[in-house]
């Protein structure tokens, strides 16, 4: 494919002068001639160039207007300009220089040196063209592994969370809806967008100590006597060292990866997985310091795991569970209004009530079997008029219930 080069200049000898030693060059390149400045802009915006010679003194747009047009235009960044002068004194080939014109010719012009200054400009322009697809490709492929990465990071995360949840098997997709939700609220609560991305992607991982709980504790139907309760509650502190301990096996493979980016996995701190850590080690806290592991109270707690404790909760209770059945959404609810202030967050609990809607959709969306939920009541907020006698005494049955069994785990999940 021909190059194509344009020659500006408003002196129509000149112009004629190029044309009759361009026809030796016809099989090379695919010249055009302008006299007018202006209509040679217009032709560079309707097609495209390679190269232009242009003259710098002329009426209408000086070369250094045309230069200025081109350097700005996205169109026309690309394209070298040569400029034809009779002058070469140094302000003027400073002007032209910062400009970014490709070179600079006198006049009279010796057609043989413009013929190998052209060439130049344009094997220069090829030689870039060529650095900069080599660049763009490099680029690529590292974004295209730094996506594999990811997803294979994330993909990984999300198993380790589902091994947790594998344990009970009427846990279904808990470890889903706990993400989903936590989303949303954090999302309501106008919190940062790579807050609101990280927490949907850590949420899922809350109950990820509870790989270590021996399953007569954790699938027990009936309550749970002093020490079983005092094993279940170890779950955080195993979900933390889950996420937290530094990984021998990572320490020892280090010595034999010849992976290029082994520097990069596993050997640096992971913002991610530090927030998974949190919301481990610190969902099961309550807002009143009451919860444990560490008894922390109020903003103490990481927004994270304040965060995580109601979504955990939530459908804790809309779930079956060895220990409980599932609750409607109006004992659910009141559970909930119960606990704002005391359990939970009530900013948290306040984001958690003007995301009901969407909640209820992803509950829906994401239910462990084909039988949609119950649809909410056409209730008001905080009160909930529609609260039958027998709903008011499993709400009761179950506050009560705090402490001394397992249910103390179905507030937390």
């Given at each position: 494919m021909k190059n194509r080069i344009l020659f500006v200049d408003d002196e129509v000898n000149v112009l004629n002068a190029y044309r009759r030693w361009l026809r030796r060059y016809e099989d090379e390149w695919d010249a055009h001639y302008y006299s007018c400045p202006v209509e040679a802009w217009s032709a560079l915006q309707r097609e495209p160039f390679d190269a232009i010679v242009s003259d710098v003194c002329m009426p209408q747009m000086t070369g250094f207007?045309?230069?200025?047009?081109?350097?700005?235009?996205?169109?026309t960044r690309e394209v070298a300009v040569i400029f034809v002068t009779g002058s070469l004194?140094?302000?003027?080939?400073?002007?032209?220089?910062?400009?970014?014109?490709?070179?600079?010719?006198?006049?009279?012009?010796?057609?043989?040196?413009?013929?190998?200054?052209?060439?130049?400009?344009?094997?220069?322009?090829?030689?870039?063209?060529?650095?900069?697809?080599?660049?763009?490709?490099l680029e690529q492929m590292v974004l295209d592994q730094s996506a594999e990465l990811a997803a294979?990071?994330?993909?990984?995360?999300?198993?380790?969370?589902?091994?947790?949840?594998?344990?009970?098997?009427?846990?279904?997709?808990?470890v889903i809806r706990v993400g989903a939700y936590?989303?949303?609220?954090?999302?309501?609560?106008?919190?940062?967008?790579?807050?609101?991305?990280?927490?949907?992607?850590?949420?899922?991982?809350?109950?990820?100590?509870?790989?270590?709980?021996?399953?007569?504790?954790?699938?027990?139907?009936?309550?749970?006597?002093?020490?079983?309760?005092?094993?279940?509650k170890r779950h955080c502190e195993l979900g933390v060292a889950i996420l937290n301990d530094a990984?021998?096996?990572?320490?020892?493979?280090?010595?034999?990866?010849?992976?290029?980016?082994?520097?990069?996995?596993?050997?640096?701190?992971?913002?991610?997985?530090?927030?998974?850590?949190?919301?481990?080690?610190?969902?099961?806290e309550r807002w009143d310091g009451g919860?444990?592991?560490?008894?922390?109270?109020?903003?103490?707690?990481?927004?994270?795991?304040?965060?995580?404790?109601i979504a955990d909760v939530f459908d804790a209770l809309r779930n079956t569970r060895p220990y409980k059945p599932a609750y409607d959404i109006v004992q659910s609810l009141e559970i909930l209004k119960q606990g704002a202030g005391t359990h939970f967050d009530p900013d948290v609990y306040e984001a958690f009530i003007c995301s009901l809607d969407e909640i209820l959709t992803l509950e829906a969306e994401l239910a462990d079997t084909p039988a949609s939920r119950d649809a909410?009541?056409?209730?008001?907020?905080?009160?909930?008029?529609?609260?039958?006698?027998?709903s008011a005494q499993n709400v009761a049955a179950f506050s009560n219930a705090?402490?001394?069994?397992?249910?103390?785990?179905?507030?937390?999940?």
């Open positions: 207007d045309l230069l200025g047009r081109i350097k700005e235009c996205d169109q004194e140094n302000e003027f080939t400073q002007r032209a220089l910062d400009q970014e014109a490709a070179d600079l010719i006198n006049k009279p012009i010796d057609f043989h040196h413009l013929r190998a200054r052209i060439r130049n400009v344009l094997r220069q322009k090829r030689e870039n063209l060529l650095s900069t697809r080599r660049i763009q490709k294979s990071r994330l993909d990984v995360i999300w198993r380790l969370g589902k091994a947790a949840e594998m344990r009970d098997e009427e846990m279904g997709r808990h936590a989303r949303t609220i954090a999302a309501t609560m106008g919190l940062d967008q790579k807050f609101v991305d990280d927490l949907f992607l850590a949420a899922p991982l809350h109950d990820v100590g509870k790989i270590g709980v021996p399953d007569y504790i954790l699938l027990k139907p009936g309550k749970l006597n002093k020490e079983e309760w005092e094993m279940m990984s021998k096996f990572l320490t020892f493979a280090r010595r034999f990866s010849y992976h290029p980016t082994s520097e990069l996995i596993g050997f640096r701190d992971d913002p991610l997985l530090e927030m998974a850590a949190d919301i481990a080690h610190y969902h099961h919860g444990y592991p560490c008894g922390l109270a109020g903003a103490a707690i990481p927004l994270s795991a304040r965060i995580t404790a909410p009541p056409d209730i008001g907020f905080p009160s909930f008029p529609h609260l039958n006698s027998q705090q402490g001394e069994s397992h249910d103390e785990d179905l507030i937390c999940g």
